[in-house]
């Protein structure tokens, strides 16, 4: 199993980016998918989620409104975008695979992320917003 996470980068603030994690070995029609971050110094928190019917859960109150959370299933990929970005949405980014024999495909309820029933990671992404 593989998941691979890219998109991210250097933006001004009040920019945008999409995020993408391409997965392989599982497949998306099963598994829910779930946006962490890890911000320097900061314990790794969940942003958002989609179960495997394709509805989104977020687990902090300052992105929404600005970030949403899609999937393209043909592709295996899903994708976080990222609107009107701020200086403290500045991370590392990480996409993760939430184990399905337990859990199926949902997300976890909030406000826990349950960040330790995800099996499986990608590598993360940079995203760094600054003028």
């Known amino acids: 199993v593989q998941l691979q996470a890219s998109g991210g980068g250097l933006v001004q603030p009040g920019g945008s980016l999409r995020l993408s994690c391409a997965v392989s070995?599982?497949?998306?029609?099963?598994?829910?998918l779930g946006w962490f971050r890890q911000a320097p110094g900061n314990a790794r928190e969940g942003v958002l989620c989609?179960?495997?019917?394709?509805?989104?859960?977020s687990y902090v109150d300052s992105v929404e409104g600005r970030f949403t959370v899609s999937r393209d299933n043909a592709k295996n990929t899903v994708y976080l975008q990222m609107n009107d970005l701020k200086v403290e949405d500045t991370a590392i980014y990480y996409c993760?695979?939430?184990?399905?024999?337990?859990?199926?495909?949902?997300?976890?309820?909030?406000?826990?992320?349950?960040?330790?029933?995800?099996?499986?990671w990608g590598q993360g992404t940079q995203v760094t917003v600054s003028s």
């Open positions: 993760a695979a939430r184990e399905f024999r337990r859990y199926g495909g949902s997300c976890p309820d909030p406000p826990d992320d349950a960040l330790f029933e995800y099996d499986y």
């Open positions: 070995g599982l497949s998306l029609d099963y598994h829910a």
């Open positions: 989609i179960s495997s019917s394709g509805g989104s859960t």
